[in-house]
């Protein structure tokens, strides 16, 4: 019954435009306060929160993202994949995925990954004959590789969160992401021969895709550098996020000369807003945890699926629900923030290891990414493409359902996760 008037009140402040992190921290503070508790909890839960260094990898990460956006690299990117497999059968398509899931490994952010890949592939593939929904859908989805190959902000937060470790959730999210982009270009391949009706291209000589592949070598680089870092145990996530901003500079300003200085402007005011806006919801969202904490909800969602579920299947099959049904009015750092802490104790007295239930959460942000009316990233392909709403989420919809059956598969198959960084 507490739960359910909390769900309540909570859905009452969205419902009258509250933000999201004010309509958390609003209601974490009434929950202290209704039952006596000190008020100095919520500024000191804020503090403890944001005084994190693993948080600053948060705005060096956005940064590195928006100059490598502005600085013409995913134009670059695409183009040279282009050469490789754009004469394949739904060539255009693969090399969008492709592209995606490679700036994706570079910037770790979603919303920049649909839009920096969105921008030139949208109009090539439409003047190709490409249907328009399925085009759209595409790069919505490609998009949300952004939070699923590492580096990923919500894995970040979620580490953060959980004080599990940052890299094991890099390694992890490589196979699913890897398998995500293997069921993405199955499916265009299949589209292509069922459909037909675009413009193939021509196969690109051989010094087309020698100069193009060139052009795309340092960025390749500061990926490469970036994760290997990482994954070498050289850099922690807040150094590598710094390195390869400080590299991104070099890149684009020094290297390419194609940033910029208003340009560079833009990427640091657009970084800074994300970034304060992502660290007010943390803090809204850590009072609204200690509250919940606090007043036992998650014990008693615990004993709830306990009593009620008796399987892990069935368990995963509850949260899913639970996600998609909160994607369709939570964006994702919300999603993460709110459920984990009620969520991950119930997961872990199912037995189900914290790394898996990790990739698990960020599969089905990614779900939320796509969905209306809250989906990010379809306001940002309705934004780059001057298209409807309804067109670009009719599009989404086969890979929304891929993205469910990763999760099958990911369940099914838990390796797909905890092979790389647990056994490997």
């Given amino acids: 019954m507490k739960l359910l008037l909390i769900l309540g009140v909570m859905f009452a402040l969205l ?15 009434g929950m202290l306060l209704s039952e006596g508790f000190s008020p100095l909890m919520a500024p000191q839960a804020i503090l403890s929160t944001l005084d994190g260094f693993i948080l600053l990898a ?18 670059e990117l695409y183009a040279a994949v282009q050469t490789w497999v754009g004469h394949w059968p739904g060539g255009l398509a693969i090399a969008t995925i492709i592209s995606c899931g490679i700036f994706a490994a570079i910037s770790g952010v979603s919303v920049a990954t649909a839009a920096t890949i969105g921008v030139v592939a949208i109009p090539e593939m439409i003047e190709r004959g490409y249907n328009k929904n399925f085009v759209y859908g595409l790069l919505a989805a490609g998009g949300t590789l952004g939070i699923l190959i590492p580096p990923s902000l919500p894995m970040i937060v979620y580490g953060f969160i959980t004080e599990e470790s940052v890299i094991s959730l890099f390694l992890a999210g490589i196979g699913p992401g890897i398998f995500l982009i293997g069921l993405f270009i199955i499916y265009s391949i299949i589209y292509a021969h069922a459909f037909g009706g675009y413009t193939p291209t021509k196969k690109a000589s ?16 500061l990926a490469t550098l970036v ?32 940033l910029s200085f208003g340009d560079f402007k833009k990427a640091v005011f657009e970084a800074m807003v994300t970034t304060a806006a992502i660290l007010i919801i ?5 009072i609204f945890g200690k509250a919940i904490t606090l007043y036992r909800i998650p014990q008693d969602i615990s004993g709830l699926i306990e009593t009620y579920v008796d399987s892990k299947a069935l368990f995963v099959v509850v949260v899913c629900a639970v996600l998609i ?32 239930f990790g990739i698990f959460m960020v599969v089905m942000v990614e779900c939320a990414l796509i969905t209306p009316p809250v989906g990010l990233n379809l306001y940002v392909i309705q934004s780059v493409a001057g298209a409807k709403l309804g067109e670009v989420a ?21 390796d797909l996760v905890l092979y790389i960084p647990f056994k490997l």
Avoid at 64 to 72: D, H, Q, V
Avoid at 282 to 286: M, N, R, S, T
């Fill in 15 to 29: 419902l009258a435009s509250l933000p999201v992190a004010f309509s958390l921290g609003s209601l974490g503070l």
């Fill in 325 to 356: 049904a909160m994607g369709l009015v939570f964006e994702t750092l919300s999603m993460v923030l709110i459920m984990v802490p009620v969520l991950l104790p119930a997961a872990m007295g199912m037995g189900i290891d914290p790394i898996w």
């Fill in 58 to 75: 948060v705005p060096l990460f956005l940064l590195m993202s928006n100059i490598l956006l502005y600085g013409g690299c995913g134009r």
């Fill in 394 to 414: 009719k599009g989404v919809l086969p890979f929304l359902a891929l993205m469910i059956f990763t999760v099958v598969v990911m369940y099914v198959w838990s």
């Fill in 227 to 258: 994760l290997g870092g990482i994954y070498a145990g050289i850099f922690t996530p807040t150094e590598a996020a710094a390195v390869g901003f400080a590299l991104a500079i070099i890149l684009t300003v020094v290297l390419k000369r194609s």
């Fill in 282 to 286: 943390i803090a809204g969202a850590k």
């Fill in 206 to 221: 051989r010094q087309d895709r020698v100069s193009h592949t060139i052009k795309v070598i340092p960025t390749i680089a």
